[in-house]
């Protein structure tokens, strides 16, 4: 079983910062996946950025640019430094991992960017 648990998030104005923590503890076993996702208000769920363990990244054309994902394996830690952050970026931020084939999903965390 594995634990994931979001943190960071908040209310920011237009072109603010922020930056998302995702800390997984439990049984993690071998190489895994993580990432970021994100749900709107009334639309779903779409990838935002993901890491492999060796450091890969995939992101978002919507975001590219601005949000930065990392890890710290030693942690079992994600982070997704988001900048210049826009109204559009609101929504409820997930983070997932899939290990040993089994999908894990955080509690997510509210990001909302408003003046």
């Known amino acids: 079983q594995v634990h994931l648990v979001e943190s960071g998030g908040g209310l920011v104005q237009p072109g603010g910062s922020l930056r998302l923590s995702c800390a997984a503890s439990?049984?993690?076993?071998?190489?895994?996946?993580m990432s970021w996702h994100r749900q709107p208000p009334g639309s779903q769920r779409e990838l935002v950025a993901s890491?492999?363990?060796?450091?890969?990244?995939v992101v978002a054309d919507s975001v590219k640019g601005r949000f930065t994902i990392s890890r710290e394996g030693a942690k079992n830690t994600m982070y997704l430094q988001m900048n210049n952050l826009k109204p559009e970026d609101t929504a409820v931020y997930y983070c997932k991992v899939i290990n040993s084939d089994v999908i894990y999903w955080g509690q997510g965390t509210q990001v909302t960017v408003s003046s």
């Open positions: 890491i492999s363990s060796g450091g890969s990244t």
């Open positions: 439990g049984t993690i076993s071998g190489n895994y996946a």
